[in-house]
DNA sequence: ATAGATGCAAAGGGTTTGCACTTGA
DNA sequence: TCAAGTGCAAACCCTTTGCATCTAT
């Protein structure tokens, strides 16, 4: 069971705080304004060990390193806003997916990544 | 405008054949069958100059080192099989992605990955 | 007290770059 | 001929690991 250490407690919230999947880079960056010595390799661990705790999950975006995100969530997909690069949640899925596999293969599971921009973005 | 080297030569041969979406490891590893020396500086060159000259179009998939796939081809959807890592085009798309996008964002493309078991894999 | 957690720096794995040599036109 | 292309090795970037130190329990 592990410990409840400033660097840890850091990086949780700012994961709580974000409510859309952040890199590790990310996470770095922001943990560090409360945590000022934190290490890169601290938040690599703490990654991955709450990752296997059940607390985060592992979302892959294409041609992206992997982003994290609170587990817990409900079926959803993504957008990633090309002028921001920042990656948000959508609710909602197309469905109608198995009509698209080949024949003989199996479907187990989908990602989809919508690419556009944000409305912050478009704004300006 | 690039020479004709035996060295592209076989790189573009290795794509044309393929008929699926290659990593440059893939790449590199057929085609030295044809040119045993090349070296992955090689192939890695190679594939940036196909792709700024349009014969190549980069296949980002989720969690994965992008691939390669011959450019020209209608809009379609990519099928990973969890067993043998090879990489499909499927057909179609589920579109109704409009729906999925929050109000003020502006959606400019997308991309959809399935994940599986492929009909050879399944046989087994 | 003590095992787990941390920070640093070095090591890894995949991709890119520098440079002298080779080769297509 | 001679610049573009190539192969090698070093450099890079991001992530992981080794290890001495620190710290929550």
Redesign the pocket.
């Known amino acids: 069971m ?7 407690q850091a990086i949780r919230d700012v994961l709580d705080d974000a409510g859309r999947p952040l ?3 990310d996470i770095l960056k922001v943990a560090r304004k409360r ?1 000022p ?6 938040v ?3 990654i ?2 709450l990752v296997d705790e059940g607390w985060l999950v592992t979302v892959e975006l294409p041609g992206q ?2 982003h994290y995100e609170r587990s817990g969530l409900a079926h959803h997909h993504h957008f990633r806003c090309r002028q921001c690069e920042r990656v948000f949640e959508v609710g909602g899925c197309p469905g109608n997916l198995k009509s698209l596999t080949p024949p003989g293969f199996r479907l187990e599971g989908h990602e989809l990544t919508l690419y556009g921009v944000c409305s912050t973005c478009a704004s300006d």
Do not use: E, I, K
Not at 2 to 8: A, G, L, V
């Open positions: 592990p410990r409840d250490t400033r660097q840890r890199s590790p880079p945590v010595g934190l290490g890169q390799a601290t690599y661990r703490t991955r060990a390193a992997p």
